[in-house]
């Protein structure tokens, strides 16, 4: 299986079974959007991804969204690029209005 940055799927058994090991998987389940509940390398051999997945079903993100990275550098530029509550919404730019006013 070939992934693609910031590649999305629901985390199954079967769907982590077909990632190729070494690429870091986050759940969409956290404590907050910053501090995922289960955020690990995908791990070789078939006996350490079976216990792999125990800990995920143990951490309730079985079933649940995830984002598969190619490396945890990776996945930390990701959730850092993420506006946080404390900053102002961007304002939309110029070029985006007069596209948008074009396909009204």
Request: include cysteine.
């Amino acid at each position: 299986m070939v992934v693609n940055k910031g590649q999305r799927g629901t985390l199954t058994k079967k769907f982590l079974m077909s990632l190729p090991s070494g690429v870091f998987i986050v759940s969409n389940v956290g404590h907050s959007p910053v501090d995922p509940v289960f955020a690990e390398y995908v791990l070789s051999p078939a006996v350490e991804r079976e216990r792999q997945w125990e800990k995920i079903m143990s951490r309730g993100c079985n079933g649940r969204l995830c984002t598969v990275f190619t490396s945890e550098q990776e996945a930390i530029e990701f959730i850092n690029s993420w506006p946080t509550k404390t900053e102002p919404k961007a304002e939309p730019s110029k070029t985006r209005k007069a596209r948008l006013h074009l396909v009204k």
